[in-house]
């Protein structure tokens, strides 16, 4: 615990003052919001400074509504509301409506006023009040109409920050990205705050990769099976935001220790007949995306395939010893490898009003992988230092699926806040991972074949059903139930074949089969209370009962059925008018994902064999976050002090094969807890109107410990710790002529894995932008890496073996970029599905915290 304590140190913000204000104007006039310097409207209901007359009378009486979109029935959050004499002509009063669209005058003297709402995107709205002496005028829903100017018309005034911190969550807002033009979407993942990919697209949020990953808040099977093909599958021009939520609240699913991450898609935001076209081309990597857009009164409909190609090159070593009857064996081995891959996602979707206070959405979306590795292994193998074998190995991994996310939402609102939605998905992936080996002689000649031949499937059922209703005017009452079916299954064969022979079933390697099934039954409550000097709290609870039924080749898998009672507080404090103090709780469960449970025996390298475990438990963790964000003029801090344990925990291990002399096999087991604690610094900065740079700071001190067998044969404890530094530093400058320029660089530190360590890495990029004259297109050139690749050195131990592997990757990368639009553009809103379910924890990564 000492050394937990040793690691922070107390960091204390200076505070600014941030007001909100009209700007200039009478009736009809343009209210603008002021923003906090990032872009944001300040999340107070203050009144505005205004400039009131002074010598109008005051009353008793009251005028009160609520504001909304008239599109979608949903809030207008911060409207401008102010009163005007309508005589005079002059203000006599104003305020902001707060975030459910509730606004309140007080103190209003009998007379005849207009009331004027104003708010940013929305058409001005005047309404006629005759206030009568002593009696309160409510005027209830107030609808605003959506301005219907086309885009090219709108004059932006204000630049969107990079970072933005909400309530519950941090926004990274990708589409300012230039740099990540071209690339995917683990190129946008490596440059949010919080967030690490490796090269390989895994993801980890302060440490952990046990995370919960939606797309346009929904889940799907792609991610399901591994948060990294999913990553390669979506194109980094596609993505709108990235949002990170670290302290979920007990509406959403219990999965994902380490919080969610909800990457949004671009949408249609557009009324009318709209078709964007991006593309890039590059020496890594090309992509090419079109989507059609089509709005008109109630129907919108939404058509659009976006595809990408893949193409690299590494050059691996991996140095192992292991102990095997009082002899040392030493693998020294060497390999090329050359990655081709394509991946698409085509979706189709629609949403229609029923009525003003009820809509209906569907959508398709169709994802596709086709994920080829060639290598050319060279190993030379020692017992005591003697080399006794030399041979050569040619190896095609082949990693494909085809996946559908079918999603049906009805949703229905009361009025302002309170609404009720049932939602339905129907969600299928089918995955291939297969390789072929070819064995040679040292006069490469071919020896043997041998083929692994493996087929998964991914299906889940969800049902959701969600209500949620305001209490008075500071408190909020959520309640809903959900259901998940999934229904896995992993077939697995090994063949052999001869230099001239035909391949045959392999008798050391039997075929199996795994049927994996899990019914998920969910149910939560949530209650939001907010106090009059500002203070939240949203306090909730969610209790999931999980029932399993597995099989591998007739043979059943005991996995008793679970329930978990998941609590969750949230606590938001402002300070003054430009600072927020949060605290949070949450307990988090983890359940193994697809790859973790698949037994496939995976020896397409054959001195490093990875295996699943179909009997693994899910883990629980317990996470304690506090935080503190600032705005000081143009500059926006965020500092953060966390705190994890997780117990049950999936962890990585590897041991010393018993039949195959050098070898080593990693699978997945429940023997370790691991303690987290760190902090994450983070600030967005407008040197000027024009250029911009944020960055962050990550520090985390990271404690395993876990199970092992040592050369007795028995098995012992074991722990490994470290300290984990990494961070990000980007800036984005706009010039005169459409012209813009972008730089980003960021480091991830070595990362403890119970055994040993994961390497390392750095990258960075620069890109630069030219928009048209008619800001429908655009053109941009970007490179990452260019002065070289990246390296990274790993390293594994135990008392039976020695492991290190270093990977060099020539990820150099010169990519041009094209985008244009086509089509009238006007505002409108577009409907969200409720389905919000990833629960599982992907496979795909390397590492274990």
């Known amino acids: 615990m000492k050394k937990l304590i040793s690691i922070l140190s107390l960091i204390i913000f200076t505070t600014g003052l941030v007001s909100a204000q009209f700007g200039p104007g009478g009736p009809g006039g343009m209210g603008g919001q002021r923003g906090d310097g990032n872009g944001r409207p ?159 697209g895994n993801l980890s949020l302060r440490g952990t990769s046990n995370l919960k990953v939606l797309i346009n808040n929904k889940p799907s099977t792609i991610v399901a099976s591994s948060i990294a ?37 671009k949408k249609s935001t557009l009324q009318g007949l709209t078709l964007n076209l991006d593309s890039g081309v590059g020496i890594r990597g090309s992509n090419l995306s079109l989507n059609g857009n089509y709005r008109q009164g109630k129907l919108g409909v939404t058509l659009g395939g976006f595809g990408r190609a893949f193409y690299n090159k590494s050059y691996t070593t991996l140095d192992q010893s292991t102990i095997r009857g009082g002899n040392t064996i030493l693998t020294n081995q060497t390999a090329n490898a050359f990655d081709n891959g394509l991946f698409g996602r085509y979706n189709l979707g629609f949403d229609y009003d029923l009525a003003k206070n009820q809509s209906l959405t569907a959508s398709v979306a169709f994802g596709t992988r086709n994920f080829t590795r060639t290598q050319d292994y060279t190993i030379n193998q020692f017992t005591n230092n003697l080399l006794n074998s030399t041979s050569f190995r040619d190896v095609t991994s082949r990693d ?76 909020m009452f959520e309640v809903g139930l959900k259901t998940v079916i999934r229904q896995v299954n992993s077939d697995y064969e090994y063949r052999i074949a001869g230099a001239t022979g035909s391949f045959a079933s392999d008798a050391k390697n039997p075929a199996g089969l795994l049927n994996y099934s899990q019914n998920i039954a969910a149910g939560y409550v949530s209650y939001t209370y907010s106090t009059k000097n500002k203070i939240t709290f949203k306090a909730g609870t969610r209790y999931e009962y999980t029932k399993i039924d597995a099989n591998d080749q007739n043979k059943a898998i005991v996995i008793p059925a679970y329930g978990n009672l998941v609590p969750s507080v949230n606590i938001s404090k402002p300070l003054g008018k430009s600072s927020t103090l949060k605290l949070a709780y949450n307990n988090r469960i983890q359940r193994p994902g697809l790859q973790q449970l698949n037994p496939n025996y995976n020896a397409a390298n054959p001195q490093s064999i990875s295996i699943g475990n179909p009997s693994l438990k899910p883990e629980i963790s317990n996470n304690v976050e506090l935080s503190l964000s600032t705005n000081i003029k143009k500059t926006y801090l965020n500092m953060s002090v966390f705190t994890r344990q997780t117990n049950n925990s999936i962890t990585r291990i590897t041991m010393p094969s018993d039949t195959l002399p050098g070898a080593v096999i990693s699978t997945f087991q429940n023997i370790g807890k691991e303690q987290t604690i760190g902090t994450n610094i983070f600030g967005n900065f407008f040197i000027t109107s024009k250029w911009t740079v944020n960055g962050g700071i990550d520090l985390f001190y990271n404690y395993l410990e876990g199970q092992q067998v040592g050369l007795d044969g028995i098995s012992s404890k074991i722990s490994n710790d470290g300290i984990v530094i990494g961070g990000r530093l980007q800036s984005q400058l706009s010039l005169k002529n459409g012209w813009a320029i972008q730089a ?51 390293t594994l131990t135990s008392p039976q073996f020695n492991q290190v592997s270093v990977n060099n990757i020539y990820n150099q990368n010169i990519k041009l970029t094209f985008s244009y639009k086509i089509g009238k553009m006007k505002f409108t809103e577009t409907k969200k599905s409720k389905v919000k379910n990833d629960d599982v924890k992907s496979g795909g990564d390397n590492n274990n915290n």
């Open 744 to 794: 980003f660089g960021g480091y991830r530190g070595n990362r403890v894995q119970l055994q040993g360590t994961q390497g390392g890495m750095g990258m960075y990029s620069v890109g630069a932008r030219k928009d048209f004259k008619n800001k429908k297109g655009s053109l941009g050139l970007a490179v990452d890496n260019i002065f070289g690749g990246m390296t990274m050195r790993s």
């Open 42 to 200: 300040q999340s107070n209901t203050q009144a505005p400074t205004l400039n009131l007359d002074g010598n109008a009378p005051k009353g008793n009486s009251k005028i009160f509504g609520f504001v909304i979109d008239e599109t979608v029935t949903t809030a207008v959050e911060f409207a401008n509301v102010a009163l005007y004499n309508k005589a005079t002509k002059k203000v006599v009063d104003g305020t902001v409506a707060d975030e459910k669209g509730k606004f309140s005058m007080n103190r209003v003297a009998a007379g005849e006023y207009n009331l004027v709402i104003t708010f940013i995107g929305f058409t001005d709205k005047t309404i006629e009040v005759k206030v009568e002496k002593g009696k309160d005028n409510d005027l209830g829903v107030i609808k605003l109409a959506q301005s219907v100017k086309q885009l090219d018309e709108v004059t932006v005034t204000a630049e969107k920050s990079m970072i933005e911190e909400k309530v519950d969550r941090l926004v990274y807002n990708a589409e300012k990205d230039l740099t990540s033009r071209g690339g995917d979407a683990a190129d946008v993942l490596r440059k949010v705050p919080m967030l690490s990919v490796d090269l390989d």
């Open 400 to 475: 494909l699926s085809n996946s559908v996310d079918i999603n049906l939402d009805y949703i229905r609102t009361f009025k302002p806040s309170q609404e009720w939605s049932i939602s339905g998905q129907f969600s299928q992936n089918k995955l291939t991972n297969n390789f072929d080996a070819d064995l040679l002689n040292n006069s490469q000649e071919l020896l043997s074949r041998q083929k692994n031949l493996n087929t998964n499937f991914n299906n889940e059922i969800t049902l959701q059903t969600d209500y949620q209703t305001p209490i008075k005017t500071n408190q």
């Open 229 to 265: 093909d999913a990553l390669k599958m979506i194109p980094a021009d596609l993505i709108k935001t990235v949002e990170v939520i670290t302290s979920p609240s007990a509406k959403y699913d219990a999965e994902g220790s380490g919080g969610i991450i909800n990457i949004i898609l």
